[in-house]
């Protein structure tokens, strides 16, 4: 916190602009689409339709499980439902709405312990059947997830932000409290540490 | 040369940073266009598009998102009911989920029958609360904040220049005050690590203060945009002979899109000027990292501090209301200024200045904005402000925010590039371009003037904003520190992120990758512990990191939130303050809607949470203390 508070603003001034009157980067429209999804059921619907995949996708890449994928976008959107009015604007619609998912997918992991052991995720690998036509989406997540269990959970988290989520490194860089150079650091760690995992993980298979 | 298949190349990691940068505009190419990156990060990006949920799964909860909607306008059943209901209605909620919100439903029965057949075992906070929500006395409403310095009188020496403020019509009567959530965000589960539980236990381990019967609200003043004049003027009277510069970027947009911030340079300090704010720096004395802070060492004693703030600041024509000095964060040589409306703080600073451990000003940043009353309000009472916010119940009322306790801020090193020596610079060069006429452009980078023939960087960067590599010899003249241009690259941002550890050996100093190569580690500071685990931040030559920054990992990191389900929280400060809600990040219309121009009076709580596993955060709420008429 202290970081934004110190005085060094001479880079800041150059990207950004301390009154409020610059152009926002927040689409109106989905602030207009918050502001009307507070009372209004068919608002909240086009906002659900708009960001299901986005939401569904961030689950389903870390936790690998379609079933815990649904549960846990149900349960965000629930919480966006009942604390839609309390979006003000300040950030985009979607780093709203992913800082809901975090906190969801944290408060899951908590309960559920499902981070795995470096071996213990290793060995998990064969257990996870070999593609079926049908299935081989939902595998092939499966493997990304399981291998992001591998990395620093701050490199995961980011790199599913952006890369599943769909949100830019700003609006990434909101839901986890960060820099934008930090999240952009992260993104990059988090790739060369997945790349890397995938690699070893293709051999041993 | 064979290419290591273990990691990205630096091209895709470039191609990704342009999908993700192009993104922002939203206009990120699609999967077999041109600029839709390669590699891994361009398969992920495929396997996220292909990647749909059920529509069965999809139908349903839209269903279920609708009849909650309608079971919430009904109004029926209390909040918590409905989210309980809503969690048993789930069919995605596994059943052992359902088992656990069953079992935890007989243990809160089984907890209330002991807790009111044997009260006598729970020396509970209710009971604290009983004692100490008497009525209020008539004491002091204002509880200084910590720790501060009594009230000062406002000086009566110079005069800044004068801000235009655009009149606002005075209403009659009150107008209706926003509420806290528009204003700041919700109740419970606002800012902070997680979602905060709602019914969190609360006690009070201090006396609520007395409420006066009335008070004030006040309206935040807009200013009329900073104009090339006045901002020459404010520059003058700061003590600068400078250069008027604005941001390259601006230079393009019409003032009546956006409005001008003029920086005035004058050697190695620098002054950003917007109409309600102003922002200095010395280069010399407090070098730009970033934005990194870390709590210094050998800073002068903190009375001999506040007294060169004030007198820095008066001295040049502001800190001219009754203000209260607040040292909390003095360990890093902050020196911060609460302005007083009506002897009540404005939870806001009014003005910072950092002090360095010569006891010389380094930085320092004021606020030109300004009030004006818009009526009086009968106050809510400390009391029923307090019974509100121990309801434990999400309102409109009520903004609660939480934050670890323990310093956030990793410890870094700043390179200082010694004169004469020849430098190689990584990173985003700061652009300004003249705001009159008879001035070149000004390049600045890593705290060092560029100098030298510029024209085909400025060429580069009127159409890039990328990092470059920059490369020359390091010159001082008139106490300006300069790089004498001698060449420049465009630079991979990515590629300048190294994560390692530092390695003393006798053969110099180095940083070990994870994949055991090494770089040598130039001018190392004697501090950096050896075996330290670091992020650093700048760019290869050779087999050389020539870095600008180095940083210990956050103790934080990889961190899950703390887990708050059995925590609880202290409050040992209750006062009454102005709320002046943030206009950094709202859109140009809610600048100007009072909602989120007034400064709401509320109730300050604040304390410490302690969970059951130890971790110590901070606990803040705001209670509106007005109702509206």
Redesign the interface.
């Given at each position: 916190m202290l970081k934004l508070t110190t005085l060094s603003l001479f880079l800041f001034m150059v990207s950004s602009h301390p009154n409020g009157k610059a152009a926002s980067n927040l689409p109106m429209h989905d602030l207009e689409l918050a502001q009307r999804a507070a009372g209004d059921p068919d608002a909240f619907t086009d906002l659900y339709h708009r960001y299901l995949p986005r939401i569904y996708r961030y689950h389903l890449a870390r936790t690998g499980h379609v079933q815990e994928a649904e549960d846990l976008t149900a349960q965000t959107f629930l919480t966006a439902l009942e604390s839609i009015r309390s979006f003000r604007g300040q950030g985009s619609l979607s780093s709203w709405l992913f800082g809901i998912a975090s906190h969801k997918l944290a408060d899951h992991y908590r309960h559920s312990r499902t981070e795995l052991p470096l071996e213990e995720a290793e060995q998990l690998h064969s257990s996870i059947p070999q593609p079926e036509e049908a299935a081989l989406q939902r595998l092939e997540i499966a493997r990304v997830a399981m291998v992001l269990h591998l990395i620093s959970p701050e490199r995961a988290e980011a790199l599913v932000l952006c890369l599943f989520g769909g949100l830019s490194m700003a609006e990434a860089a909101q839901v986890v409290g960060k820099s934008e150079a930090a999240v952009k650091m992260l993104v990059h760690r988090g790739l060369c540490d997945l790349q890397e995992r995938l690699t070893v993980n293709l051999e041993v298979a | 040369m064979d290419q290591d298949?273990?990691?990205?190349t630096a091209k895709e990691?470039t191609e990704?940073?342009a999908f993700?940068?192009a993104?922002?505009q939203q206009a990120q190419p699609l999967p077999g266009e041109p600029g839709f990156p390669t590699?891994?990060?361009g398969e992920?990006?495929m396997?996220?598009e292909?990647?749909?949920?059920?529509p069965a799964?999809?139908t349903r909860?839209?269903l279920?998102?609708?009849q909650?909607?309608?079971a919430?306008s009904k109004g029926s059943r209390p909040?918590w009911w409905c989210?309980l209901w809503?969690s048993f209605s789930?069919p995605?909620?596994?059943t052992a989920m359902k088992r656990l919100i069953a079992f935890a439903l007989v243990g809160i029965v089984l907890f209330a029958l002991i807790y009111i057949s044997i009260p006598s075992l729970f020396p509970s906070p209710t009971q604290t609360q009983l004692v100490l929500a008497t009525p209020p006395t008539s004491t002091s409403v204002s509880t200084p904040l910590s720790p501060l310095t009594p009230t000062v009188a406002p000086p009566t020496s110079q005069s800044p220049v004068a801000i235009n403020f655009i009149p606002q019509p005075v209403p009659n009567q009150p107008p209706s005050l926003p509420s806290l959530?528009?204003?700041?965000?919700?109740g419970y589960?606002?800012s902070g690590l997680?979602?905060l539980p709602e019914g969190m236990p609360l006690s009070l381990a201090t006396e609520l203060p007395a409420s006066p019967a009335e008070v004030t609200a006040y309206y935040r003043l807009e200013?009329t945009p900073l104009t090339l004049e006045e901002a020459s003027q404010i520059a003058s009277q700061w003590g600068l002979n400078a250069q008027l510069y604005i941001?390259?970027?601006m230079a393009s947009i019409t003032p009546d899109?956006?409005?001008r911030?003029y920086?005035a340079v004058d050697g190695m300090q620098?002054l950003?000027m917007?109409?309600?704010?102003l922002?200095?720096?010395d280069?010399v004395k407090?070098p730009?990292?970033?934005?990194?802070?870390y709590p210094q060492t050998g800073l002068p004693p903190s009375e001999q501090a506040v007294s060169t703030a004030t007198q820095y600041l008066t001295e040049r024509g502001y800190l001219n209301y009754p203000y209260q000095v607040d040292l909390s964060?003095y360990n890093?040589g902050?020196v911060n200024f609460y302005r007083l409306q009506e002897n009540l703080p404005i939870n806001y600073?009014a003005a910072?200045v950092?002090i360095d451990p010569q006891g010389q000003v380094g930085?320092?940043?004021v606020s030109r904005e300004d009030y004006q009353a818009v009526g009086s309000y009968p106050v809510v009472s400390a009391s029923q402000a307090w019974d509100l916010l121990n309801a434990g119940q999400?309102s409109d009322e009520i903004s609660i925010s939480y934050?670890t306790a323990q310093d956030?801020?990793p410890q870094y090193w700043g390179r200082v590039y010694p004169a004469s020596q020849i430098a190689h610079l990584f990173g985003?060069p700061?652009?300004?371009l003249p705001a009159g006429p008879e001035a070149s452009p000004y390049l600045?980078m890593n705290n060092l003037v560029l100098t030298g023939d510029l024209s085909g960087l400025m060429e580069y960067l009127q159409s890039n904003q990328g990092y470059i590599h920059a490369w020359g010899e390091v010159q001082e003249v008139n106490g300006t520190r300069h790089l004498q241009l001698a060449g420049w690259e465009p630079f991979d941002?990515?590629s300048g992120?190294l994560?390692g550890s530092v390695r003393r050996t006798p053969d110099g100093d180095f940083l070990e990758l994870n994949d055991g190569s090494r770089l040598r580690l130039p001018d190392l500071p004697e501090d950096v512990p050896a075996d330290i685990p670091l992020?650093a931040q700048g760019g290869r030559v050779d087999n050389t990191l020539e870095w600008f920054i180095l940083q210990v990992h956050p103790a934080d990191?990889?961190?899950?939130?703390p887990?708050l389900s059995q925590a609880q929280a202290v409050i040992d400060k209750v006062e009454l303050v102005y709320l002046a809600p943030?206009?950094?990040?709202?859109?140009?219309d809610?600048?100007l809607d009072p909602a989120y121009r007034m400064l709401v009076p509320v109730w300050s709580f604040t304390g410490r949470i302690t969970n059951t596993g130890g971790e110590d955060m901070v606990f803040r709420a705001y209670v509106q203390a007005v109702t509206n008429p």
């Open positions: - | 298949k273990s990691r990205p990691l990704l940073t993700l940068s993104r922002e590699g891994l990060a992920l990006l396997l996220a292909s990647t749909q949920p059920d799964f999809a909860l839209e279920q998102l609708r909650a909607v309608k919430g909040g989210a809503q789930i995605e909620r596994n959530v528009n204003a700041l965000g919700s589960g606002g997680g979602n200013n941001p390259a970027w899109q956006i409005e911030s920086i620098n950003s917007w109409n309600s704010e922002s200095y720096n280069l407090s730009v990292y970033s934005g990194h802070q964060q890093y902050l600073h910072s950092k930085t320092a940043w999400p934050y956030g801020n985003a700061t652009y300004l600045q941002e990515f992120y994560d992020y990191e990889g961190q899950m939130p887990d943030g206009l950094n990040n709202v859109s140009p809610m600048t």
